[in-house]
């Protein structure tokens, strides 16, 4: 499994409706909310680099409140 992890931005008051509709996608494992520029920390795992472009498009984008997304995508895990 490959970990990623998507930053997103939501419209004002609509941080908890995001987070709601982000938790109920099969690919995330953890929903923060977070201080600083962005609104909400996902953790998602996929199994393939090619599943990303499915799932953050298609799912994640796809909500609406949401402003803006940054994604990472990790390498290698060492814990």
Known sequence: MIAGFIFIK???????DVANKVIEIPQVSEVYSISGSYDILVKVYVNSYED???VIPGTIHAIPG??????????NSFK
């Open 66 to 75: 949401i402003r803006e997304t940054n994604t990472l995508i990790t390498f």
């Open 52 to 54: 990303f472009v499915r």
């Open 10 to 16: 939501t419209d004002l008051g609509k941080m908890e």
